[in-house]
């Protein structure tokens, strides 16, 4: 059961102190992962003139900030935002620039090209768990942490719209090396004004605590509590990019044009996007650890009726009705994680969601590639939407509220949260 409730609004939550300019920053830093794969991928394909390259150093870069990314946060749950994210963010916006001259010019050696690539992946900072760690001190309740999850979502999404776009503007004047140093520029002056904000340097690391010297080094591993947003997470991932490329196959086998591929997934955005604020403008009585498997239920069986679209208009249909359940899961999946989270873990714990949203969206098109040229199209919609049905079922049997995680082996024990903040929605 739900009611909606006129307060805290979506305004109320960018009243918060310092919450506008705070957030404005860390979206205009978040803007450059919107930029950065269409430019590098077009980069590489012009200075080496192969595709089979360019896909071997996305994949270098992908690989390295997609796995890496829970021990930047843990840097970041240790040393605090403001030590940690700065020196991190101008390494990558440096290594970006030395990226972009490394295929200024056709005849790149490729072996340099996919070592700057690797090694700037794995310098890419976690500005979007960090800015929920952010968002978790600023809000006063639980509805209001709902709320700043979901507009956050809902504004993340915009910016992988946003980002392929202005690749598109440069790359009709101007070579697509501009769009890698406009990447390097957004998240190097964005990470600046962001850390910057009095609301991120509110947010201590745990080294910050001298009286504690026995949980200065010990790093969040997933259990049982992590483990449920996770599973979900992976499998919304590995669904979506599934499904990106099922709508290019889709529009091949129809001889479609390639703005058919864009309406579709804009569609999808879309939903996405209203789904988002629809779930952050209401107060839910049922738990977030019920309503996450129900939710990637519902992806996944949107993503399975879209077999049967026989059009562009139904698919499309199909697309927009899908993202309404995107958005929500994924914020669902974050605060469940939150939640979990021991104190001082926080960051780590949302980095961790995110590796897995990649990390399936990575093995998802991988996947779905092989399975494509082997099984009817209609068939793999079923493939792609029942990995988040399942996913969403796996959840249920492991699901438990007590403990997001544990040290290393080795470690001493992690001290449990804040009793204020509830383990379920």
């Known amino acids: 059961m739900s009611a909606v409730s006129p307060r805290p609004s979506y305004a109320a939550v960018l009243r918060l102190p310092h919450a506008r300019r705070t957030f404005a920053a860390a979206l205009a830093a978040r803007l450059s992962y919107g930029v950065i794969p269409i430019a590098v991928m077009l980069c590489v394909t012009r200075a080496t003139g192969s595709y089979a390259v360019a896909g071997v150093v996305m994949a270098a870069f992908g690989a390295t900030g997609v796995f890496l990314s829970p021990y930047r946060a843990a840097l970041v749950d240790r040393h605090g935002p403001r030590r940690a994210l700065l020196p991190m963010a101008l390494l ?3 290594l970006l620039c030395a990226l972009a001259a490394a295929t200024w010019r056709p005849g790149a050696p490729a072996t340099l090209i996919g070592l700057v690539a690797a090694v700037a992946g794995a310098c890419a900072p976690p500005l979007g768990p960090t800015m929920r760690t952010v968002w978790g001190e600023l809000t006063e309740n639980r509805p209001m942490l709902q709320r700043a999850y979901s507009l956050d979502g809902v504004a993340e999404e915009l910016l992988y719209v946003t980002g392929p776009l202005l690749v598109g503007v440069l790359v009709g004047f101007a070579s697509p090396v501009l769009g890698v140093l406009l990447s390097a520029l957004l998240v190097g002056a964005g990470t600046v004004v962001f850390v910057m904000s009095p609301a991120v340097g509110a947010v201590r690391g745990s080294r910050a605590d001298r009286r504690d010297r026995r949980d200065r080094r010990a790093t969040l591993r997933p ?6 947003p996770i599973l979900v997470a992976g499998g919304v991932g590995l669904s979506l990019s599934a499904v990106d490329l099922l709508v290019v196959a889709f529009a091949g086998q129809r001889q479609l044009g390639d703005d058919t591929v864009a309406w579709v997934l804009a569609a999808l955005s879309a939903g996405s996007a209203v789904g988002g604020l629809l779930n952050g403008a209401v107060d839910w009585r049922t738990p977030a650890r019920v309503r996450l498997p129900l939710l990637a239920t519902g992806l996944g069986a949107t993503l399975a009726v879209a077999a049967l679209a026989d059009g562009v208009l139904a698919l499309a249909g199909a697309a927009a009705v899908a993202g309404l359940f995107v958005a929500p899961a994924l914020t669902t999946a974050y605060l469940i994680a939150d939640d979990a989270a021991p104190a001082g873990f926080r960051t780590q714990a949302g980095a961790w969601v995110n590796t897995a949203v ?13 399975l494509v040229e082997r099984l009817p199209l209609g068939v793999c919609f079923v493939v792609s939407g029942g990995v988040s049905v399942i996913a969403g079922g796996v959840s249920v049997v492991g699901r438990s509220p007590e403990k997001a995680g544990a040290p290393l082996p080795g470690r001493p024990p992690v001290p449990a949260d804040h009793p204020s903040r509830s383990a379920a929605g």
């Open 92 to 94: 990558y916006a440096g």
């Open 223 to 228: 259990g049982p509590g992590l483990l449920q």
């Open 358 to 370: 990649n990390a399936g969206s990575s093995a998802g098109a991988a996947t779905m590639g092989v």
